[in-house]
Nanobody
Framework: QVQLVESGGGLVQAGGSLRLSCAAS????????MKWYRQAPGKQRELVAS???????NYADSVKGRFTISRDNAKNTVYLQMNSLKPEDTAVYYC??????????????WGLGTQVTVSS
């Protein structure tokens, strides 16, 4: 059984920073791309950032220059460093990963999400 668990969300003032973590655990063979999504109230879930197994990154235009995605392959963990936070960054943040388990069966897994609230 593979699972993803996010941590690091919370309440922060505009201009502040937070660092989200997402750890994958279970019978993991390998992890391909890892991603962070977010969903604000009344809005569709959107892709925030992604990182390949080799470290190539992509960002949504709305977070470029403020957010940094990184990963520790030895710990099966992905991070999202969020700086210069704005009220419009308020959302539930989810991590997702394409993971091959011990049977070499590959599928996408999702965490349950962590709330980020930015006050003005």
């Amino acid at each position: 059984q593979v699972q993803l668990v996010e941590s690091g969300g919370g309440l922060v003032q505009a201009g502040g920073s937070l660092r989200l973590s997402c750890a994958a655990s279970g019978s993991i063979f390998s992890i391909n791309v890892m991603k962070w999504y977010r969903q604000a109230p009344g809005k569709q879930r959107e892709l925030v950032a992604s990182i390949s197994s080799g470290g190539s990154t992509n960002y949504a235009d709305s977070v470029k220059g403020r957010f940094t995605i990184s990963r520790d392959n030895a710990k099966n963990t992905v991070y999202l460093q969020m700086n210069s936070l704005k009220p419009e960054d308020t959302a539930v943040y989810y991590c997702a990963a394409n993971i091959g388990d011990y049977r070499r069966v590959w599928r996408d897994y999702w965490g349950l999400g962590t709330q980020v609230t930015v006050s003005s």
